[in-house]
């Protein structure tokens, strides 16, 4: 299998290190507010993943965690219940909205979902360990990080530190040994949040993820997955952590998505400039959205817009209709592999899980598979398996019939009963564009 490993930059053939094991780590949600489309998208990517990985024969093991303590999480239950230690309430309500969310788009749940609040002891003996071995500091109740003990730190980024500290934005502390260093442990005031040898605090944000995952899936990875926004400084602090620790390498494969964008722009909530899930939903099936993030390769920039989904509604549509009466036969990639469509097929999925292209195999080839029952089941299969669709017949949206569109069937009809046939054809065509789709009586 190939992947475009964000470490290397190159393709290369995947090998799991224990056999048919696969130890898959994502970093999950800070639940503040109701997920946008940029975290489906990223629950979508991974999801495809863990299907094409699993078709292949590999047993996945797969952690996404919840950052269930955070600034944000804290700031809203203060402006909402007038209590910044009621957090964990406001954290509950959005995780719940974030799997509903994301079981509508027909994600597999994760092996593990774990809340950063409930592993508190996992993550101060990380800390503790990396005290322990002299790459972490302990002042006034905070815990940093000594960034000048990890020689690789900006491996994954490509970036040098030397280049890090004149560029860097950092704001001004005294506490720490070098400007770049960053918190394990936030200190806080007697007896809030959680206790520990260094006093009452709470985790920093980017040690959670590596005390996780060595909970979880060992001190070795083999695939840590993530949007791009999180390389820096989020997952090269995570190899930092737990390269200093362990001493070896962390992941071995670091697969990121790329950005939702809105008028070029990353859709994120500090920009305001996102939908969330739940917003898109009132317009677009779930599954035609999961259809329209399959149709981008996920380390593809993808520039949101409704007149995309829409389209593909009605090739989603038409694939349910194609494959309707078609009864799935599940398939492995060896016997998949013998059949000269099915084995293009695969090649994509193998190259860096290129769904666009695995799809775009499908339809070129469409005639063929209907023409084959055996071809057609395996096809089915694997799009209700690996892709994640259904292929269940989506309810038709209700259109208002405007008054160009009632103009446009007159003219039609009276085309057909005239068997201008392609005057007729030309104003389907119209009244297509404009999402009507009738059905003809005879003439």
Known sequence: MKLTNTLTGAKELFNPLHETQVRMYVCGITPYDFSHVGHGRSAVAFDVVYRVLRFLGYHVTLCRNFTDIDDKLIARAQRELHDGLRYREVAERFMQAYQEDIQLLNCVK????????????????????????????????????????????????????????????????????????FALWKGEAEGTFFKSPWGWGRPGWHIECSALAAR??????????????????????????????????????????????????????????????????QKVHPLVLRFYFLSHHYRAPLDFAF?????????????????????AKPVTHEVLGTWSV????????????????????????????????????????????????????????????????????QEREQARKERDWKRADALRDQLRALGYEGQDKKV
């Not at 190899?239 to 070029?264: D, M, T």
Request: glycine share 8%; proline share 4%; aromatic share 12%.
């Open 110 to 181: 994760p092996t593990y979902e774990p809340c950063v609040t409930d592993h508190v002891a996992d993550i101060i003996s990380f800390v503790q360990g990396l005290i322990d071995a002299g790459k972490a500091y302990w002042v006034d109740g905070d815990v940093y990080f000594r960034i000048n003990t990890f020689a690789e730190y900006g491996k994954l980024s490509k970036q040098r530190l030397d280049e890090l500290r004149v560029g860097a934005r950092v704001e001004v502390n005294e506490k720490k040994e070098d400007p770049l260093d």
């Open 307 to 327: 007149d995309d989904i829409e389209s593909l509604h009605k090739t989603y549509q038409r694939l349910s209709r194609l494959f309707g009466s078609v009864r």
């Open 342 to 409: 099915g084995k293009k097929l695969l090649d994509f999925l193998c190259d860096d899980f290129n769904l666009p292209g695995a799809l775009g195999v499908i339809f070129e080839h469409l005639s063929e598979i209907e023409q084959n029952p055996e071809h057609a089941a395996h096809i089915k299969f694997v799009l209700q398996d690996v892709f994640g669709l259904p292929l269940d017949p989506l309810p038709e949206k209700e259109v208002e019939l405007t008054q160009e569109m009632q103009k446009l069937i």
């Open 216 to 281: 979880y899936l060992g001190e070795h990875i083999d695939i840590h997955g993530g949007g791009a926004d999180l390389i820096f400084p989020h997952h090269e602090n995570e190899i930092a952590q737990s390269e200093s620790l362990y001493g070896s390498p962390f992941a071995r494969y670091w697969l990121h998505n790329a950005f939702v964008r809105i008028n070029k722009e990353k859709m994120s909530k500090s920009l305001g400039n996102f939908f969330t899930l739940r917003d898109v939903y």
